[in-house]
């Protein structure tokens, strides 16, 4: 069958260089004699068809800019099946919704759909595909970095720079008062920003979700032993999504406990809202109510004195960096192509310096930050060496 028309959605949270790869799919389209279309707000656009005409004489240079011109939500078509345990009930519902959504694409008027997003929305592409063989192809998208199918995604490295600048930036405010600051990092389930940002701009203490952290050990005791050999001022990068161990929860902390955690509201994919939780607060409350830490900081000369700063949205928010708009538009190109090739039901992806392609079945699946050991090796060097070099 010819490909004559090519929607296109974004779903999830935005991450610059969305528009890139929306511009770079319209630019091969144009060239290949292919209309597109664009879906907005994601699935919920998909199901409930809110189309806009792509014309691409009215997008000059749309990869530049930041967010997303088809809009983005975080719907999931296959909300319903969340609950059911009986795996055999679970897939004859999953088939049920991927049937309904398979007669959309006569609906639009699509031959073909490119979805670009994180592991919800490609979850959502990869089961649409399972059930139909529908005419779908990827494109990895998070901030976050953490799907497996491709070595970076577009918006990680960003998110990681307006990071870095930020925990660069407070070091001044931070010596001023010789305060401690506790930087909240966007990352829900994996600590690539953190640790990115945190590494390059030399932070002092480094919380990520892969590692659950000691509260006494890794944070009090840290901060004892840094003022102990004459440091002033602290800055802790902390992920969003970084979570007390099970002795922490159980032992250490009087704001937060495991039903804390177990009870906070989740998005229509089941991922808990960690807005809710704004661990870093709970943190600064943890750290002031500890007497042996002020003491140890009053020998010192200090008052133990902590803010807390959660980037959030701000690490999301602006221009694409040059990377990300190359990434976007080669990632647009690419989907094009999968789409020309009948390459259905896969997703595009960077190795190394090169674009691939895989199946969603392979691709669509979380990364962690610790299986990269050399950079886990870095952040506990990082932390220690200092305060360690200067006894
Ligand atoms: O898309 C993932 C993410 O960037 C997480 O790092 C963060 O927890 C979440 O989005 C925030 O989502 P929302 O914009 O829906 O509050």
């Known amino acids: 069958m010819t490909i004559k028309k090519i929607g296109i959605l974004t779903g999830g949270g935005d991450a610059p260089g969305l528009n890139g790869v929306i511009y770079g ?101 990869a089961t649409l595909f399972k059930h139909t063989n529908a005419k779908v192809v990827g494109c990895p998208k998070t901030i976050d970095n953490d799907i497996k199918g491709t070595d970076y995604t577009f918006g990680f490295w960003s998110g990681t720079q307006l990071a870095s600048n930020i925990l660069d930036n407070l070091t001044t405010t931070a010596r001023s008062h010789q305060r401690v600051f506790i930087v909240e990092i966007f990352g829900r389930d994996t600590g690539f920003l953190t640790l990115y940002s945190g590494l390059s701009a030399g932070a002092d203490i480094i919380l990520i979700p892969e590692k659950a952290f000691d509260f006494n050990k890794d944070i009090v005791n840290v901060l004892k032993e840094r003022v102990n050999a004459g440091y002033k001022y602290h800055i802790i990068a902390c992920a969003e999504g970084a979570y007390p161990s099970k002795n922490s929860l159980e032992n250490q902390l009087t704001t937060i406990s495991q039903e804390t955690l177990d009870n906070l509201p989740k998005d229509p994919f089941g991922n808990p809202k960690l807005n809710y939780l704004n661990i870093s607060e709970l943190l600064v409350e943890e750290l002031r109510s500890r007497m042996d830490l002020k003491e140890e900081f009053r020998k010192n000369d200090t008052e133990l ?68 050991k050399d950079l886990m090796e870095l952040r506990e060097l990082l932390v220690k060496i200092r305060y360690l070099s200067k006894k």
């Open 25 to 125: 799919t319209m630019l091969k389209a144009y060239d290949s004699n292919i209309e597109c279309v664009g879906i907005e707000k994601g699935w919920k656009g998909f199901m409930e068809s809110l189309t806009i005409p792509l014309n691409i004489a009215e997008q000059d240079d749309l990869h530049t800019k930041g967010g997303t011109l088809l809009y983005t939500s975080r719907t999931n078509p296959f909300k319903a099946t969340l609950g059911i345990e009986n795996e055999r009930e679970k897939e004859e519902k999953e088939k049920e919704i991927a049937q309904t959504m398979h007669q959309k694409f006569e609906e639009l008027g699509i031959d073909a759909l490119i979805a670009i997003g994180g592991d919800d929305t490609l979850g959502v592409a």
């Open 305 to 372: 004195e902590i803010r807390s700063v959660v980037l959030g949205h701000t690490m999301r928010a602006g221009t694409p960096n040059a990377f990300d708009r190359i990434l976007g538009l080669r990632f647009g190109l690419a989907a094009v192509n999968l789409v020309l090739n009948g390459n259905f039901g896969e997703m595009v992806s960077l190795r190394g310096k090169e674009i691939k392609h895989l199946p969603f079945s392979e691709g669509v699946k979380k990364s962690y930050v610790d299986e990269d």
